[in-house]
């Protein structure tokens, strides 16, 4: 079992940045794919960042440029940095870490951008 918290999450006006984390309870990230999804209201989730055990990214075509995720191994926290934010970028951030059939989700962070 692996428990994922994330926090980091509040308001912002357009154009300005946070940072996410997601701590793990235990080491994880030298096997699982820790990544970012977000839901919108009224929208399916949908991947924001991935990141593998070996380091490999991958990002939606929305945030390329403007997201980066990165991880600090010591910590077991994986983060997503974000900068030039909008206002569709608002929504439920959710963690992840998967591995083959285990799949673990955190309970979630709202980020809202809105002047």
């Known amino acids: 079992q692996v428990q994922l918290v994330e926090s980091g999450g509040g308001l912002v006006q357009p154009g300005g940045s946070l940072r996410l984390s997601c701590a793990a309870s235990?080491?994880?990230?030298?096997?699982?794919?820790m990544g970012w999804y977000r839901q919108a209201p009224g929208k399916q989730r949908e991947l924001v960042a991935t990141?593998?055990?070996?380091?490999?990214?991958n990002y939606a075509g929305s945030v390329k440029g403007r997201f980066d995720i990165s991880r600090d191994n010591a910590k077991n926290t994986v983060y997503l940095q974000m900068n030039s934010l909008k206002p569709e970028d608002t929504a439920v951030y959710y963690c992840?870490?998967?591995?083959?059939?285990?799949?673990?989700w955190g309970q979630g962070t709202q980020v809202t951008v809105s002047s």
């Open positions: 990141m593998t055990s070996g380091g490999s990214t």
């Open positions: 992840n870490a998967l591995h083959l059939a285990y799949n673990y």
């Open positions: 235990r080491t994880v990230f030298n096997i699982y794919t």
